[in-house]
Nanobody, 111 residues
Framework: QVQLVESGGGLVQAGGSLRLSCAAS????????MYWYRQAPGKQREFVAF???????NYANSVKGRFTISRDNAKKMLYLQMNSLKPEDTAVYYC?????WGQGTQVTVSS
């Protein structure tokens, strides 16, 4: 079955960086557009970024220029490099493929 396992979250000071990873299994990773979403406490889950099978990317305005999504099809891995982190980036970050979600990884940015 489809499995998505996120990792790499943690506590970081404002201005710092983190790299999130998502290990995918149970499906042909290379033929799917992959997404990152996030959900802050008390808020709805929101789109962060996606990457197509051809490597085209798109970002939410709130993270554009600071976050970079990438993928390694051979390893079935999805990544999110997050730089210049802000306290408002604090959230649980989720990897997504269509209707499948991982368990999420917590990112906390202190001011």
């Amino acid at each position: 079955q489809v499995q998505l396992v996120e990792s790499g979250g943690g506590l970081v000071q404002a201005g710092g960086s983190l790299r999130l990873s998502c290990a995918a299994s149970g499906f042909t990773f290379s033929i799917y557009t992959m997404y990152w979403y996030r959900q802050a406490p008390g808020k709805q889950r929101e789109f962060v970024a996606f990457i197509t099978t051809g490597g085209d990317t798109n970002y939410a305005n709130s993270v554009k220029g600071r976050f970079t999504i990438s993928r390694d099809n051979a390893k079935k891995m999805l990544y999110l490099q997050m730089n210049s982190l802000k306290p408002e980036d604090t959230a649980v970050y989720y990897c997504n493929r269509v209707s499948s979600w991982g368990q999420g990884t917590q990112v906390t940015v202190s001011s």
